[in-house]
Nanobody
Framework: VQLQASGGGLVQAGGSLSVSCAASGSIFSIGAMGWYRQAPGKQRELVARITAGGSTNYADSVQGRFTISRDNAKNTVYLQMNSLKTEDTAVYYC????????????????WGQGTQVTVSS
């Protein structure tokens, strides 16, 4: 199983960016998917998460500015980031709970490779 992230880049404060992450491989089912970020010198933190049923939750710092969505047919999760701030600068990682077989013992977390988002002032 692989998670391949794409998107990100450099944008000025106040601008918008989007990132996406596609899961591939021997996938039986996907549960929650999410985005985390890690800024230099800081711990990795949850940005947004979406369940298989579409329920979402966001970090307080991005609530109202970021939107997470998913396309279950494409095994893909998206993050639309609007009104970006310099403090949003970080490497963004996607995460997914994936079962590779019928047994729940095959359920585990997978991580994408990370994509850089840089917001300039």
């Amino acid at each position: 199983v692989q998670l391949q992230a794409s998107g990100g880049g450099l944008v000025q404060a106040g601008g918008s960016l989007s990132v996406s992450c596609a899961a591939s491989g021997s996938i039986f089912s996907i549960g929650a998917m999410g985005w985390y970020r890690q800024a230099p010198g800081k711990q990795r933190e949850l940005v947004a998460r979406i369940t298989a049923g579409g329920s979402t939750n966001y970090a307080d710092s991005v609530q109202g500015r970021f939107t997470i969505s998913r396309d279950n047919a494409k095994n893909t999760v998206y993050l639309q980031m609007n009104s970006l701030k310099t403090e949003d600068t970080a490497v963004y990682y996607c995460n997914a709970e994936i079962r590779t077989g019928r047994s729940w013992t095959t359920n585990r977390d997978y991580w994408g490779q990370g994509t850089q988002v840089t917001v300039s002032s």
